[in-house]
């Protein structure tokens, strides 16, 4: 797993920036966008279908109260009818066929069920039906052996009951006369229009849906298919069955609802194909892909162009830096953002600047370089035409027996060369004595003798390395303003070339009248410009000179 995450990284170290780019696009900003939309797509239609089977629902439940409520007022109107008094009187009466008895039928039975027509324009036909001997009248009463041929027959109790009739069209309310022998004398017959009860069952929710009404038997009573997009989807009644037995509300095709007609006992049933709930979305769904498509596009433009620009200005850094590797150091970029490439753009260009100030530096320190060596060459003659004098010098005064003039010939030949020691800035400490050596060799002449010299030199520290010239002026400075300032008593100085532990020691120490400590400290601590007597030891562990 860990060399697989180092392929990886290391094939993403290897990208060219703008594969680099659209990489990191369409990981950071293509692919979330896309589980978004897979989410808010899924959620939004997870919503929209809950939404949807909320309102089937709702309309359903509502469409089965209104039969509901139809059935129970008409339940209700054949109850006042079942009980009515007028009526069994006429049934009842004695003299059915006199005067009176038709007129009462005239004045009081007809106004009483020609007002059910008018106050309920679904009922189709309203009929009192009686065992015993009656004159038929019109539709509103008549003998019950007319329906004796009916597919059903006269109830024997005194509950209602419901019939439908999808051929006919109409839905039956038959009951029995409680109060004309006791039930058993006669039954009360509503024919109602099919349409009219079952009119709310039009659901308006959706374009494809089917509804079913059916009785404890399993027998349809009522049955609406409407499938105008999703014609494949219709069922028959069996086939619903079938599903309903699987799962009681959803299933992977459809949405299945169902519930009760409490008046009757009969049950209404709803299915829905999921397609049919789905399809009104589509619009609002299409809409949201081209908005999230749109906005891929429109980011991806956005990113390929940024990406292209920000690779092409690399890609000129680039080319420049190889014109600059095969030695063009006269490019120039230009470049007015300011952004961190702007910045490295301008930076690269401060760089060749500074590369060419360099180079030019160089080349004219090279021709310094040039001079100081012919100065110095030029350095070197000087020295040995003084070396050729001072010899003649010497030879000219032995020839002549002059002694004192040949040793101080001697001293300042071995001064001069020993001062210039070939140019070397470190000499060794024997360099360093010869050099001090001569130097009070011309003292002793010029004071005509009148200091005594001591050395203390340890044949150690003869090898070791220090700045040439190094006690000359501390020595100069001992004889001009110690050993010149005495005027009595014996003038003497010390020169010690010792070791000190890992260190060398150098030191000048002269018997003049001195100084207090106080001006010494004054001449330590005065700040002026100009020449100062430095005190030096050498180092042999660092090999360094220590002020």
């Not at 021709?367 to 020295?383: D, G, H, S, V």
Request: proline share 3%; with cysteine; net charge negative.
């Amino acid at each position: 797993m860990t060399s697989f995450a180092a392929r990886i990284k290391k094939a993403f170290s290897d990208m060219k920036v703008h594969r680099k780019l659209i990489v990191a696009y369409v990981l950071t900003g293509l692919f979330p966008m896309c589980l978004m939309f897979t989410l808010f797509y899924t959620q939004m239609r997870r919503v929209l279908v809950e939404r949807e089977i909320k309102n089937l629902q709702t309309t359903f439940d509502q469409a089965v109260d209104d039969v509901n409520t139809e059935l129970a007022l008409h339940q209700s109107m054949s109850d006042y009818l079942a009980f009515d008094q007028t009526i069994v009187q006429i049934v009842k009466a004695e003299d059915k066929n006199s005067f009176e008895a038709y007129e009462r039928m005239v004045k009081e039975f007809d106004p009483m069920m020609d007002s059910l027509s008018y106050f309920y324009p679904e009922i189709r036909q309203s009929t009192v039906y009686v065992r015993d001997f009656v004159i038929p009248h019109g539709t509103y009463l008549r003998p019950a052996r007319e329906m004796e041929n009916d597919e059903w027959t006269a109830p024997a109790d005194n509950d209602v009951h419901w019939y439908a009739d999808m051929d006919q069209g109409t839905v039956t309310l038959v009951r029995s006369m409680p109060l004309i022998d006791d039930g058993k004398g006669g039954f009360l017959y509503i024919s109602m229009d099919y349409s009219k009860i079952f009119g709310s069952m039009e659901l308006t929710v959706n374009e494809d849906y089917g509804v079913f009404v059916y009785n404890e038997d399993k027998e349809v009573l009522y049955e609406n298919q409407k499938m105008t997009r999703n014609a494949k989807y219709q069922m028959e009644f069996s086939d619903f069955q079938k599903i309903q037995k699987k799962e009681k509300q959803n299933t992977a095709n459809y949405i299945l609802l169902e519930k009760e007609i409490e008046q009757n006992g009969w049950h209404a049933a709803c299915y829905l194909p999921k397609k049919g709930i789905i399809s009104p979305m589509q619009p609002i769904l299409l809409m949201v892909l081209l908005m999230w498509a749109g906005c891929v596009i429109f980011s991806a433009v956005v990113i390929m162009k940024f990406s292209g620009n920000m690779a092409h200005r690399l890609e000129k850094i680039k080319m420049t830096m190889s014109e600059v590797e095969e030695g063009n150091l006269e490019v120039e970029l230009v470049s007015t953002e300011r952004d961190e490439i702007g910045d490295l753009t301008r930076g690269f260009n401060q760089m060749l600047s500074r590369i060419r100030q360099l180079i030019q530096e160089v080349y004219e320190s090279r021709i310094r370089q040039k001079q100081y060596e012919m100065t110095a060459l030029r350095a070197q003659i000087n020295p040995h035409f003084l070396y050729n004098s001072l010899s003649v010098i010497n030879w000219m005064a032995i020839r002549s027996n002059q002694r004192e003039i040949s040793k101080v010939t001697l001293s300042l030949s071995m001064f001069y060369r020993t001062a210039l020691s070939k140019g070397q800035d470190m000499v060794t400490v024997d360099n360093c004595i010869q050099n001090i050596k001569a130097y009070l060799d011309i003292q002793l002449v010029m004071h005509d003798n009148d200091f005594q010299v001591i050395w203390d030199i340890d044949p150690e520290v003869k090898g070791d390395i220090v700045p040439k010239l190094l006690l000359q002026p501390v020595v100069e400075n001992a004889l001009e303003h110690g050993l010149d300032m005495k005027e009595e008593g014996e003038k003497i100085l010390k020169l010690f070339f010792v070791k000190d532990g890992e260190d060398v020691l150098l030191a000048v120490e002269d018997n003049g009248p001195g100084m207090e400590q106080e001006e010494a400290d004054k001449l330590v601590t005065y700040k002026a410009s100009g020449y100062a007597i430095l005190s030096y030891s050498y180092s042999k562990a660092s090999g360094k000179c220590i002020n």
